[in-house]
Structure formats: C-alpha cells, structure tokens
C-alpha cells in the first residue's frame, strides 16, 4: 500500500482548517472512537477523531503512535 496518510485537525486557537498532526499518539476512547491528539509544530495542541480504518493505516504506515 503505496497511500498517502495524512492525519489533519482543525485548530482552535488559529481558526485553521486541514493542519497537519505532528508527533501523533493515537488512543482509544471509553466509547470506542479512535482519537488522535498532538501539535501543529508551532506549540498549539491538536485533537480529533477518526475512523477505525484510517487509524489503523496511520500506525501501520508509522504516521502515528500507538497510545493503548
């Protein structure tokens, strides 16, 4: 799987759309939902979730962290 894995968060504190995750740790919720929590490089945190599928492929690809 040659794809191109991006894991992307709105940030609050800038009003941005579509910022790149970096140092990303992906963990699970209690309810079961993947969330994926880190920082835009520029010391603003990041947080948002995804699905199962796009979680797994960021770990596997190694984009993200494994945080379970």
Known sequence: MAEDIKLTAYNV????????IQDAVITKTAKGAYMVQGHDGKGNKLTTLCNEEKAMNAIKAGVAKQGW
């Open 13 to 20: 504190r800038t009003k941005e759309k579509g910022v790149p």
